[in-house]
């Protein structure tokens, strides 16, 4: 099993651009989640999903879109993006929401110049 | 506003010490994680819990409920287990972290 995938791993933008993170679980799991991380603050949840068909708003949502067409898939769209938005992205996924363990991506390292 | 407060921040120990991290919470929850931070980034999930203590090897982490404290202690603790440690709480429909505790464990 791989898990959670991330793609791409890293990525470089200009201000303005747009551009889709791609979030993979090969676990049957109904939980999914975007998170950012910046240095010196924890990981914050930008938005998270609690199945197919649903998404719903985090801590941080804004200037983020996110779609959850297939229980496998989690996509994080920037649609004009900032240089605020530079940061580590990670999706993780869970069977449930609070009490089981979340299953975590690599991370996607974003820069906006 | 911190939901989540951990200390310290950073730790440094010799090899084969008895360590402690600290996590205080300001909202009501049902369950706590702690989370591991590897230094090439990578973040796996070490614990959930929602009473009393749990252990795994050398790892044990204990909560506090009605005092809104958790702790994870490391027992003969090994360079390998550098990294930085995170407690995450689950309040509603959110989710907040710490900041981490960097742990460096020298030989």
């Known amino acids: 099993n791989a898990g959670v995938t991330q793609t791409p791993k890293f990525r470089v933008l200009k201000t303005g651009q747009s551009m889709t993170l791609l979030c993979a679980q090969d676990m049957n799991h109904e939980y999914m989640y975007w998170y950012r991380q910046d240095p010196g603050m924890g990981l914050r949840l930008i938005h998270y999903s609690v199945g197919e068909g649903t998404t719903a708003k985090g801590e941080v949502p804004d200037g983020y879109n996110v779609s959850r067409l297939k229980k496998q898939n989690f996509l994080l769209g920037l649609e004009s993006a900032a240089p605020s938005q530079t940061s580590v992205y990670f999706c993780a996924s869970s069977y449930l929401w609070r009490t089981q363990p979340q299953h975590f991506g690599d991370g996607t390292r974003l820069s906006i110049l | 506003k911190n939901e989540v407060e951990q200390s310290p921040q950073n730790l440094t120990a010799q090899e084969g010490e008895f360590i402690t991290i600290n996590c205080s919470y300001s909202v009501g929850i049902s369950a706590l994680h702690w989370l591991q931070q590897h230094p090439g980034g990578g973040i796996v999930s070490l614990f959930m819990l929602s009473s009393g203590k749990k252990k795994h090897g050398r790892l044990i982490a204990t909560i506090n409920i009605q005092e809104k404290h958790s702790s994870l202690h490391i027992t003969a603790s090994h360079p390998r287990d550098s990294a930085v440690y995170i407690c995450?709480?689950?309040?509603?429909?959110?989710?907040?972290f710490g900041t981490g505790t960097s742990l460096t464990v020298i030989p």
């Open positions: 995450a709480v689950p309040p509603g429909n959110q989710f907040y």
